[in-house]
């Protein structure tokens, strides 16, 4: 999967989907995870507790389609500490 996004736009989708989230101790690791996928064109960014899902799509140029989970507050800490600029994501 390769992307490119704003910054800007990266953080607020990851706000969105955060409060779908289940706590650190959930039984299920992948519950503490965001979905990136690619999906016409866009960055789709979901996360869900079981109980409640939340998907949030962001514009974005995308070179190849995939997705992937990662752990969202890790991403989430470091989506923030980057520059107000242009996101590239390019994930093997």
């Known amino acids: 999967m390769k992307v ?3 910054q800007e736009n990266l953080a607020k989708g990851l706000n969105i989907v955060s409060r ?8 299920l690791p992948v ?6 996928a690619t999906d016409n ?3 789709k960014i ?3 507790n079981l109980e409640l899902g939340v998907s949030c799509w962001i514009g974005a140029k995308v070179e190849s389609d995939g997705a992937v989970t990662i752990p969202a507050r890790t991403f989430s800490g470091l989506v923030n500490l980057l520059n107000a600029d242009k996101v590239d994501l390019d994930i093997n």
């Open 4 to 6: 490119s996004c704003l």
């Open 20 to 27: 779908a989230l289940a706590p650190r101790t959930a039984t």
């Open 31 to 36: 519950l503490t995870h965001v979905l990136l």
């Open 41 to 43: 064109g866009r960055l």
């Open 46 to 48: 979901a996360a869900t």
